[in-house]
C-alpha cells in the first residue's frame, strides 16, 4: 500500500510477478483507457436493469459482468490473437514482420474475415492509439507487437484499398501482447475498467430513477457537471 | 418420472415431503400462472442483453435470475407476509378473520402503505385469481388463507372506497400460504416458472438478431403464430 | 392452470406450441429425472458458497446456474449431438440405423472421443434409462432416437468390448431429439430441473448454518427424514 | 491515459469529479489493501467451482462478484455506518469526537451488537491500519474520521477491557468515510480489488485442475514462486 500502484498488483495477481514502475504505469493506462464512458453499452444496460428491480449492487455488477464477452470486449482478444499468429510465423519461419503480416492480411481476406482491433468509424488514426503507443514508448515498454500491429494496419490499406487504422481495441491488444499477457486474460483487463462504472449505473439507477422503469438503450440525456477541464 | 409431476418433486426439493398428487397439480397451476408472456419484463431484457453480447445461455439466464427481485416478482412474498400478519392476528388473539382483517387494513391505511397483491390496472376482477381459487377448492386444498385474502379485498372495498381485487400475485400468496410455505420461497416459484421463457429469449436472441443491438424495452413485434386455440 | 402441466408449458415456452398431454408428461419426467439430488454438485455448491456470504436467493441460484455449463449438465447436449450426427448419415446417404451407429463409434473410436450418455459409475444398465424408455413407449413418443440410442450402445460393446449402457443423460438426449428440440436448448431442461434443489440448498444454508462457514465439498451428512416409501 | 491513475478514474466514475493525485493514490492503496491472498474466501471459492463447470470466464468472475456480500467484505459498510453514527452525534449535538464515541461504544455494548472494523484474530494492532493511516497523513487527507475510528478504538478497551485494535476493514472505513464516499459504496471498492484475483484462481482452475474435481475450501498447497524481496 503506497509503495506499488493498483496496476502493479494487477499484473502481479494475473502473471504472478511483482512489475516495474513503468509496466505498472502502462496497466494502469489500458484499464484508463477502457473506463465506462455511457450508459448505452449492454454490460450497463444490464447492470441497470438489474438494479431497476430492486437486486443489491453485487447482483447488478454480476450482471454486467456477463455482458462482457465474445461482441462486448472480445475485440481485443481477437486481435491478440492475430498478433500472435503473425509472431508465430516470424518465428517458425523466421521471416520478418513485414511478410509476416502481409501473408496473415491475404489469408483473413481470402475467407473474408475482418482482423479485430483495426478501423474505426469516425477516425482514419484513433488518438487513443497513438496516446496509449507513445506511453509504452516513454515507459521504455518493448515495441515488437507495436511494430506488428502498425505493419498489418499498412498492408490493410494495401490490399483493401481501406484506411482501418489500429482503434484503441488494437492498440490494447498489442501492448498487452507486449507485456506477454495470454488472450484468454484480455477480458480479465476490460472488466476492472468497467466495474466502477457499473456500480455507478446501478447506484445512480437505485437512487434517482424509480423502480422497474423501462430503461431505453440509447434516449438518456448527460446531467452531470459541465464541460470542464480536469 | 411418469409417477410424480414436476409440481410434486418441487414441493418435494422445497419441503422435504413428497404431497399428494393434488397438491402437486396446485404448485403445478401456480409454474403456470407465472410463466414467461413478454419481452418487456426486466428479467427477460436481462437474459436478452447478455445474450446480444455472445455469452453462453447460463450467463444470459442468470442475469434474468438477478432481475427477479423485490420489485419484481416480490409481490407475492410480501402479500404472504400481509396474510400472515393477519393470521398471528388471529391465532394471539382468537379474534375471526373479518375482526382481524379490518385491523390489518386499517393499519396499513394509517401508515399510508399499499398491500401488495390487491389491484389490477384494467380489471375489477383479476380472472387468473378467480381461476386459481376455484382449482384450489376443487383441488381440495384448504381455503383458510384464501378467505383471508378475500376478507382484506372486501376490507380494502369498504375502507378505501375502491375496487383493489385480488390480483394473481395475491392469489398465488395465497394459496402458498396454504400449502405452509415461507414467504421467504416465493420467488423460488416465479423463478421456475420464468426459467423457460428466460432461455427462450436467450435463444431467441442469439439466432435471430444482430449481436449488440441496442433493445428496446417496449418497441418489438409478435412474429410468432397467429391467435389460435391451444 | 389447471388444464395444462407445467411440461407442457416449458415445451410451449421453447418450442412456440403447445403439446399434447402425452409429451407434456414425457417433459415432466424428464425434468423429474434431473431434480437435484445433494449437496456435491458444482452447481450445488456455488449456491451454499453465495448463500454464505448473506447474497439473497437470486444472487445464490444464479450462482448455481452459471455452474450448469461445459461439463455439468453438458453431457446431454454432447450426447444429442452424437445422435444427430447418426441421423445425418441416416438420412444423407439413406443407409440403415445399424450401419450408420457403427460408422458413428468407429469415427468416435478413431479419434479416442468417448461418446457421452454411454457408460456408468456402478451399473451395466442404469435403470433410469429403462424407465424413461419404457415411459416414452408407454407416452407414444416416437422411438427412432431411442433405437438409434441403443444401436450406439450395441455398437459400443461390439467395438470396445466394453459394456456402456445408456445412461439417464443418454436417455435424456435420446427423447429430447425424438421431441424435436435442438441440442442447444438441453441445459434448460437440466437448470429447470435444478433449480428448486438451488432454492432449497441456498434456504438450508442461510437459515441452518453460520454464515461464511467452510464448505467442504463431500463431507456432509444428511439430517432429513429417514428411508421411507414415497 | 498516462497522465491519472486508475484510483483517479475509479473517484471520477463513482463521484463524477476528478480528484487530485494525492487522493488517486488514496484509493490505489485501498485497492492494493483489499487485494485477493488466497483461495479460501467464498468469493474465490464460487469462481473457482463455476469455472472448474467449463463456464466461461466471465461466468466464473460474476459468481465469485456475487459472494461479495454482506458478510464477505461487508465489515467496511458497517463500520462507515458506525463511523458516521458518531459524526452525526457531532454534528446534530455540537459535542466533541470523545463524549460522541463514548456514547456510541456505550449504545452499542448496551444491545450486545459489535462494532464492524475493530478486533483481530493475531495482531493487537493491524499493521495495515498503521500504514494506510500514515499514508493518508502522508498524502494530507484529512483526518477527521481517522481521529474518530481512533477515539472508538479507545473507548472500545476502556468499556470493554478488550484490546480491539482497528483493523484493515476499520481503516479502509475512516478513509473512504475522509473521501466523502457513501457507505453504500463500499463493497465496490472489495469488488475491484477483488476482480483480478478471481480472474486468476478461475484461469488457474481451467488451465491447471482437471475438470469438476471436489474444490476443498482450506486444503490446498501453495506452489507460486518462494518467499521473495518484490
Chains 1, 2, 3, 4 share one sequence.
Do not use: W
Not at 503506497?2 to 493506462?29: C, H, I, T
Not at 464512458?37 to 450497463?44: D, I, K, L, R
Amino acid at each position: 500500500m503506497g509503495n506499488v500502484s493498483f496496476g502493479q498488483v494487477v499484473y502481479l495477481a494475473l502473471r504472478g510477478e511483482l512489475p516495474s514502475e513503468n509496466v505498472g504505469k502502462m496497466v494502469d493506462a489500458i484499464l484508463v483507457s477502457s473506463i465506462d464512458h455511457g450508459a448505452t453499452p449492454p454490460s450497463a444496460l444490464a447492470a441497470m436493469t438489474v438494479a431497476s428491480t430492486g437486486s443489491p449492487m453485487n447482483a447488478a455488477v454480476a450482471s454486467g459482468i456477463l455482458a462482457i464477452s465474445k461482441f462486448h470486449g472480445g475485440a481485443i482478444e481477437d486481435c491478440m490473437g492475430a498478433l500472435l499468429q503473425v509472431q508465430d510465423k516470424i518465428q517458425a519461419r523466421e521471416i520478418s514482420i513485414a511478410v509476416a503480416a502481409e501473408e496473415l492480411v491475404a489469408e483473413y481476406k481470402e475467407v473474408g474475415r475482418r482482423i479485430s482491433g483495426f478501423g474505426h468509424r469516425l477516425h482514419t488514426r484513433d488518438p487513443r492509439s497513438t496516446k496509449l503507443f507513445k506511453l509504452a514508448k516513454d515507459l521504455q515498454v518493448r515495441g515488437h507487437f507495436i511494430k506488428i500491429a502498425q505493419t498489418v494496419e499498412s498492408e490493410l490499406a494495401k490490399q483493401s484499398g481501406k484506411q482501418l487504422p489500429i482503434n484503441v481495441d488494437g492498440a490494447i491488444a498489442a501492448v498487452l501482447c507486449e507485456l506477454d499477457f495470454s488472450p484468454s486474460l484480455a477480458n480479465a483487463f476490460f472488466m476492472i475498467a468497467r466495474l466502477p462504472g457499473l456500480v455507478a449505473h446501478a447506484q445512480e439507477e437505485q437512487t434517482r430513477q424509480r423502480p422497474m422503469r423501462a430503461i431505453h438503450p440509447k434516449d438518456h440525456e448527460y446531467d452531470g457537471p459541465e464541460d470542464r477541464s480536469l
